[in-house]
């Protein structure tokens, strides 16, 4: 056996350039997102109600993907990138 | 878990399998360190001269997994390059955008990679599908194929090791999963559930759940033994129940096969489990496995009875187990994906 030598990396690494991450939103809005699980658009509703009572700005348009177990496709990621406010991505079930 | 560069080697095979554990790069337990000259022999093995060739990607975590990638796990898990054979379609099935392989590894269905072993190549490399078949066959062509299928899910579903899984419970199989079917079967083998040909070899994926055994030693005809299947399948915990788009195999023991084959061929044994495992869809939303506000994919109809199979062809039969015992066991698959995905063995 082989025991020379250097040892093979069997973790691929992402393969992208620099990209900027806005930690604090730019605009006094929250915008959410449904992931797509079992109650996440029921849960996302009442967020929207309850946050709306206590006069937090909330998009009314809740984007989603079509089912939970996919990936965010990019064109809807594209689109949340360029949303200003804060970011609530789904919840669990 | 850190994917850190390629180390640097030494001699010392102990410190070596430290240094494993300590960069991530580990299922959990002590690996064959991955050195140069064994990736590259099992590379090669697996039909890959270039390391740096890429075999698949997942766009959403921007990764692109290589051959030497996937030689490494290889080696990592325990495979011998004689079973390159094998590796090379799984690798393929593996990567391939439509198993969703990061959604695999991040869900909270706490699902692992089943891999499913039919046709002549069962008995040219030695696969036990008799005893313990399902799981702990302690078998290394098993056990190490197993293994590879779960350590490529973890090493490449993370995106580079910077997700977190989410799995809530999770099962044994997550570090090795593989059944392999008799050679002979009642049925026919496996894969030509799939549309492969039955004189092929095949490797088959499914994401699933953990296995689930059924017992039936007195039910000395079919309907009695599939009714048992088919309530093993009902529960109301099953998750397909809302969902109803993952596929099930069920792994038919060699005495339930002979009974069941006596009266049903497979496909009406299908379509019995299909019109026998079925609960009312009130009853499962007043239990809370139906959410309120159900999608319109899942089809859910109040006050009818309600399948967790949209349709019949999500369940499968698999041929495999020691005689002896009237058990059979049923795998889940995992909602998040609706194919059990085969491929050829050259």
């Known amino acids: 056996m082989d025991t020379t030598g250097e040892l093979v990396n069997p973790i691929p690494r992402p393969r992208t350039g620099p990209f900027t991450v806005r930690t604090v939103p730019e605009g006094a809005q929250v915008v959410l997102f449904d992931n797509g699980k079992p109650n996440s658009m029921a849960i996302l509703r009442r967020t929207q109600q309850l946050l709306r009572e206590r006069g937090v700005d909330v998009k009314e348009d809740i984007r989603g993907k079509e089912f939970a177990g996919s990936p965010v496709d990019d064109q809807t990621l594209g689109m949340l990138a360029q949303e200003r406010g804060l970011l609530l991505l789904g919840v669990h079930d | 878990m850190a994917g850190s560069g390629n180390l640097t080697g030494n001699h010392d095979v102990l410190a070596d399998i430290e240094r494993c554990f300590e960069s991530g790069w580990s299922d959990g337990l002590p690996v064959v360190p991955p050195y140069r000259g064994l990736v590259d022999d099992m590379r090669e093995a697996m039909g890959w001269p270039d390391g740096d060739e890429i075999v698949g990607a997942i766009d959403a975590q921007r990764l ?36 969703n392989l990061s959604g695999v ?30 799981g702990g066959a302690n078998c290394r062509v098993n056990a190490t194929i197993g293994r590879y299928a779960q350590m490529v899910r973890l090493f490449c579903g993370r995106g580079g090791g910077v997700l977190p899984t ?16 008799h050679p002979d079967t009642e049925w026919g083998p496996f894969h030509t559930q799939l549309g492969l040909p039955a004189e092929a070899s095949a490797v088959s994926i499914m994401a699933s759940e953990g296995p689930n055994s059924v017992n039936n030693h007195y039910g000395s005809t079919a309907e009695p033994i599939l009714d048992t299947i088919a309530d093993c399948l009902g529960h109301s915990g099953f998750t397909n129940y809302y969902w109803h788009f993952g596929a099930t195999i ?3 023991g060699p005495a339930h ?13 299908r379509r019995y489990l299909f019109e026998h495992t079925l609960r009312t869809t009130d009853h499962l939303a007043a239990l809370g496995r139906i959410p309120p506000e159900p999608r319109e994919k899942s089809k859910v109809v109040p006050g009818t009875l309600r399948s967790p199979f949209d349709h019949e062809e999500q369940i499968h039969f698999l041929e495999s187990g020691a005689p002896g015992g009237r058990f059979s066991a049923i795998v889940p698959g995992w909602v998040g994906n609706y194919f059990v995905m085969p491929k050829v063995i050259d």
């Open chain 2, 257 to 269: 096969a002979e009974t069941i084959a006596a009266t049903f061929s497979r496909d009406e044994a």
């Open chain 2, 105 to 134: 590894e991040v869900t909270t269905g706490g699902v692992a990679v089943m891999v499913i072993v039919s046709g002549p190549v069962v008995a040219e490399l030695g696969f036990e599908h008799e005893a313990n078949a399902v």
């Open chain 2, 166 to 181: 989410h799995g809530t419970m999770g099962h044994p199989g997550r570090l090795s999963f593989l059944v392999a079917e």
């Open chain 2, 250 to 252: 069920i792994v038919v």
């Open chain 2, 64 to 99: 692109e997994i290589t051959a030497d990638h996937l030689a490494a796990a290889a080696v990592m898990s325990g495979c011998m390059p004689e079973y390159g054979r094998v590796l090379r379609p799984l690798s393929e099935l593996l990567v391939d955008p439509e198993f």
